[in-house]
């Protein structure tokens, strides 16, 4: 009986794929079939693949090629992968080889309601009901009991999902089509997968609604981790990294439009400025010291604190490899750090490490006897791999590490998102709801006129969504907890918690109404959270 079963339920595979592959060579004669592409990339695999998802209504990040050229696609035909992994298009004669870069002067204008197939309603339910014929048999009374509107009788999940995803797509509905392309990934679904991805490229833009700049760079990660190889996709999908004083201004930008990250090291230095309001020698350890900008405001404080300001010492720690540090990063760092308490009068001293926050280990960190020591987590640990992906389990070793230093006071400031061990659908769905509220709040305080704007959301955001989507393992450094997870993490290593300071406090509340009003912010169970409208977005806290 089963195998009779599953003999009609191949049978019916088989018809549904010639039926859709019937579709698509009517409505779809650029669309490149799936096993064209999968065999090419079964030919090539273990090597470096480059994948172009680019049109000139969608680009976001650049995919390098062998030859270290862009190739940017003026249509939305598939690439396909030669055996030497380098990406051959249908449409050679329309391409064109450029370096992508983004300026103020470029040109987006992707409708929402765009479609390749057809923007005609009574065709989608023609379709639709083909592939109900072909799913639900030949001998199904089911159709014939149903109108010409789209079947409302129907009680099967997968034809209500065919429904849905049928209807979403001529109205625009992207983050339902987002979600529908998602779906068919992690179900393995590759032909629905790459027909929805053509769909998504006519209704994604770098420069419209939040919902289609995001949809932008998920697609970026939707495309990779189709490909089989997230990891090295992730990789060519790299952004236009440019020189480290610029890549400073577009997060300080991104610090001036959103108050997140003030809001994170507003909170922190509070904290620190209360436990060592009588001590006389600081040091301060920095776990990613980025670009050093929390230390600014907290050096003047010190500066105006009663009877004089203490010995201050700032351990900076970057990976040598990373954007913040190149160009001699860390350096510039202490340098400007060193000027401005020299200005303020404030004794002063720095001291890099450049290091990777995992391989941090006691001999990095400086300590001197007879110092105040208070240690910053501020963004820098949900970086960590854990039990989940590594023996090592850095995230908590390092906690561990620095309880047994036994500081003052430990900060953490953390994304308030659940994608660490979650599997790809549930994670990509609070990835979305995450980054949505994100992108809404930009578009809040930066004008879309802005010309720095599709940079500041390409640097220093995408890459962090391509990373949740297409990596897994130890190659997905995106794994943010909740503040639940983390106060059972500080708590197993002997942690307590540091009380707020209601003074602090009520700064950042009035830092915070400077903004939009849809800006929230929450203390509840010793933790300050900031959301946009209803969801948190940022979690703050202080341990001893």
């Known amino acids: 009986m089963q195998a009779s079963q599953r003999l009609r339920r191949s049978a019916k595979s088989d018809t549904l794929y010639q039926s859709v592959q019937k579709t698509e060579a009517s409505y779809l004669p650029q669309f490149q079939t799936l096993d064209t592409q999968m065999t090419s990339i079964n030919r090539t695999q273990g ?294 308490a020299e200005s303020f009068k404030v004794p002063f001293e720095f001291h890099a490490a450049a290091i990777s926050t995992s391989d941090v280990q006691l001999e990095n960190l400086g300590i001197r006897p007879g110092e105040a020591l208070a240690v910053n987590f501020a963004f820098v640990l949900h970086h960590m791999p854990d039990e989940s992906v590594s023996t090592e389990n850095h995230r908590d070793r390092l906690i561990r590490l620095v309880k047994s230093l036994n500081p003052k006071v430990v900060t953490l400031v953390e994304q308030e998102s659940n994608t660490n061990t979650a599997a790809f659908f549930p994670r990509f769905l609070e990835m979305l709801d995450y980054y949505t509220a994100m992108f809404e709040s930009i578009d809040a305080t930066l004008s879309r006129a802005h010309k720095e704007r599709i940079n500041v959301e390409q640097h220093c955001l995408a890459k962090d969504i391509v990373n949740i989507i297409a990596c897994e393992g130890i190659e997905r450094v995106e794994r943010h907890e909740l503040l639940g997870k983390w106060k059972s993490r500080f708590r197993m290593a002997g942690f307590s918690p540091y009380p707020l300071s209601s003074l602090v406090n009520s700064t950042i509340k009035a830092l915070v109404e400077n903004y939009c009003d849809k800006y929230r912010l929450e203390e509840r169970d010793g933790a300050l959270y900031l959301g946009w409208m209803n969801r948190d977005l940022v979690a703050s806290c202080a341990w001893k």
């Open 47 to 340: 090597g470096n693949h480059s994948i172009q998802t680019y049109s000139d209504r969608y680009c976001t990040m650049e995919s390098s090629s062998p030859t270290g050229k862009y190739v940017v696609q003026n249509s939305i035909s598939a690439v396909s992968f030669t055996p030497n992994g380098s990406p051959t298009s249908h449409q050679e004669s329309q391409s064109c080889l450029s370096d992508v870069h983004y300026s103020p002067d470029t040109n987006y204008n992707s409708p929402v309601s765009g479609s390749c197939i057809t923007d005609d309603v009574n065709d989608f339910r023609h379709k639709l009901k083909e592939l109900e014929t072909v799913m639900l048999g030949p001998n199904s009374d089911v159709l014939d009991s149903c109108d010409n509107s789209l079947p409302s009788c129907m009680t099967s999940p997968e034809i209500d999902c065919w429904r849905q995803m049928m209807e979403a797509i001529p109205r625009g509905d992207l983050k339902r089509v987002l979600i529908a392309c998602a779906k068919a990934e992690s179900d393995g679904d590759l032909l629905t997968a790459q027909w929805l991805i053509s769909e998504l490229r006519q209704m994604v833009s770098v420069s419209g609604e939040p919902i289609q700049r995001l949809g932008a760079y998920i697609l970026e990660g939707l495309v990779a981790r189709l490909a089989t190889s997230g990891s090295s996709i992730y990789k060519s999908l790299r952004c236009k990294e440019p020189a480290s004083f610029e890549l400073l201004s577009y997060m300080h930008i991104l610090h001036e439009v959103c108050p997140y990250f003030k809001f994170g090291y507003m909170s922190a230095n509070g904290a620190i400025a209360e436990a060592m309001k009588d001590e006389q020698r600081v040091h301060i350890i920095d776990f990613q010291i980025s670009q050093g900008s929390q230390w600014v405001t907290l050096i003047q404080a010190f500066a105006a604190r009663p009877g004089g300001p203490p010995h201050i010492r700032i351990t900076g720690i970057d990976d040598s490899k990373s954007a913040y540090a190149r160009g001699g990063g860390l350096n510039i760092i202490g340098k400007r750090l060193s000027k401005l």
